[in-house]
């Protein structure tokens, strides 16, 4: 049942926010929103969408606070980037690495490449033999990079347990 509610809380939120930044956030509003929300999740539960184990993990407040951590982190260190860029001070040696990670499963996997995506002076290429192939700008990013710290933040992604 914790699925069913999370998607509700998720679809009410959205519709919450999609009112209030239109200026139409009144009783009206809230209570179609209500509605709306519950027959959405009502019928997603149905019909077997949503299930005691769905794999959404959109439905998890660790996701957004990982995410929007990183996001917040890497627009300071892209401007950080730039800035020694500019005076001189970053030297660009752009090299292919192959990092050793441990075993991941899909969701891990695919929230370890979209990080690694979202770092600056990291690219994710490609897999190979439980290593990892990332492009760095040069030798210091893929030091700040500390994969197994990410692997370790990459469970607490999962707080309420729903993958």
Not at 60 to 88: D, E, K, M, P, Q
Not at 139 to 163: G, P
């Amino acid at each position: 049942m914790i699925n069913i509610f999370n998607l509700f809380l998720t679809l009410f939120s959205f519709w919450l926010l999609l009112a209030y930044s239109n200026g139409n956030l009144s009783w009206f509003y809230i209570l179609c929103g209500l509605i709306a929300s519950s027959i959405v999740s009502f019928v997603a539960w149905r019909i077997k969408i949503i299930t005691k184990y769905s794999h959404f993990l959109f439905l998890n407040i660790g996701f957004y606070r990982h995410f929007l951590a990183i996001i917040f982190l890497s627009f300071l260190a892209s401007l950080l980037t730039i800035f020694r860029a500019v005076i001189g001070r970053n030297r660009i040696d752009c090299k292919i690495y192959s990092i050793p990670i441990k075993k991941l499963n899909n969701a891990e996997l695919i929230l370890l490449i979209s990080t690694i995506n979202l770092l600056p002076g990291t690219v994710f290429i490609g897999l190979e033999d439980q290593k990892i192939i990332i492009c760095g700008l040069n030798e210091q990013y893929i030091t700040k990079l500390n994969l197994e710290k990410i692997c370790v933040n990459l469970a607490k992604i999962n707080d309420n347990k729903l993958v």
